[in-house]
């Protein structure tokens, strides 16, 4: 497939997922706020498309002069909502200007992939070393991780932090390393879940729903229900129950069993394999990039969709334990769909400046296997 059309069907994949976005969100908040919440997230969209076409149309390089002061300004704000901002379910995530929030873990996300990716293409002949492949890129995307983190935003911490092990390995980092650094990052986080009474009975609601089933566990019960009454077919648009007060947070972090009563098994593996194409799109871009930094940005860009999907599909089916990330593209949300749009821009421009065919590399960096991955020179 040529690089042309697989460009043409990621900006498909982006349009189609938004305009599904903009259906459901009003069919979910219909009963309830009307055309409220359509209408702000329009405006958004609107923002968010236009952030897309200048980031298409722009060189993607010149972001590599903007990383070290976005990462700073980034830590800064993140700073000030762990401590300052806006707090809501246990966790300060929100700084409040009139007439909107800004969640800045959104812009940190890509903030951090893009350091990463520069990092990596300066120093790519010697990232399989302890010190320069692991401690001070992992030491950087720290700050971020860390402020995240004391803003009690768990499931962010874990994405970001995923995302970078996987940016890393990627760049050719080794598993030596990456594996114990890996297992740590996991164990402390397990640690500070189960320090903390609040998610730690989310945990535990998970485990036992059965035990829960009118508090904590409730909301992915409901939610489960909505799934199981669409069936192969579902109820309808618009006439879903389960939106009518019975799953909290179903215009946002819960959207997709909204999309599973009303539109059925059938829609929902339809929107599992739309979000597949969109990410084997951004693979095939990333494989045929014109540099390293290039490559390793629309590869982090690619895996923060991906794994977030992931997350969020996983918390509404009851395979993992509630963390309170949205769909991408799809839930209700200014920060994260006006960053989500932008990123795909940058894929856009990636692709823009890419090559039909992919790049030669050098060998494989000792016990990493990914670093066979097409690489330029």
């Not at 050719?172 to 990456?178: I, S």
Request: hydrophobic share 55%; aromatic share 10%.
């Amino acid at each position: 497939m040529t690089l042309r059309r697989t460009a043409t069907i990621f900006a498909f994949c982006v349009a189609a997922l938004l305009a599904l976005g903009l259906v459901m969100l009003y069919s979910a908040s219909m009963t309830q706020q009307g055309e409220a919440y359509l209408i702000k997230q329009s405006r958004f969209a609107a923002l968010g498309v236009v952030a897309c076409c200048l980031c298409a149309a722009l060189d993607y390089r010149w972001l590599r002069k903007l990383v070290w002061p976005g990462l700073g300004i980034a830590c800064l704000l993140l700073a000030y909502a762990a401590f300052k901002g806006r707090e809501i379910n246990g966790a300060r995530r929100w700084i409040e200007f009139p007439g909107f929030t800004f969640q800045p873990s959104e812009l940190a996300k890509v903030v951090v992939v893009a350091m990463l990716a520069h990092y990596a293409s300066l120093y790519h002949d010697r990232m399989k070393e302890f010190v320069r492949g692991v401690v001070i890129p992992g030491a950087l995307a720290g700050c971020a991780l860390v402020l995240v983190l004391a803003g009690k935003d768990y499931g962010t911490t874990m994405l970001l932090g995923l995302v970078v092990w996987l940016v890393l390995l990627i760049a050719g980092a080794r598993l030596v390393y990456l594996v114990p650094l890996g297992l740590a990052a996991f164990a402390l986080i397990c640690g500070l879940l189960m320090s903390n009474d609040v998610r730690r009975a989310r945990i535990d609601a998970w485990l036992h729903p059965e035990k829960y089933e009118k508090t904590i566990a409730y909301q992915q019960l409901q939610a489960k229900y909505a799934l199981g009454a669409g069936g192969v077919a579902g109820v309808g648009l618009g006439d879903g129950r389960q939106k009518t007060g019975f799953v909290p947070e179903h215009h946002t972090d819960f959207i997709f069993s909204v999309i599973g009563e009303e539109f059925g098994l059938a829609a929902t593996l339809g929107l599992l394999a739309l979000y597949g194409l969109l990410c084997w799109c951004g693979f095939n871009i990333a494989w045929r990039a014109s540099d390293l930094f290039g490559q390793l940005l629309v590869i982090g860009i690619t895996f923060l969709i991906g794994v977030q999907v992931f997350i969020n599909i996983g918390v509404v089916t009851m395979v993992l334990p509630n963390k309170g990330l949205p769909l991408p593209f799809i839930s209700y949300g200014g920060s994260n769909l006006v960053v989500l749009l932008a990123s795909a821009g940058l894929v856009l421009s990636v692709a823009r400046r890419a090559h039909d065919k992919p790049l030669t590399v050098a060998a494989p960096l000792d016990d990493n296997p990914f670093t066979a991955l097409p690489r330029p020179t």
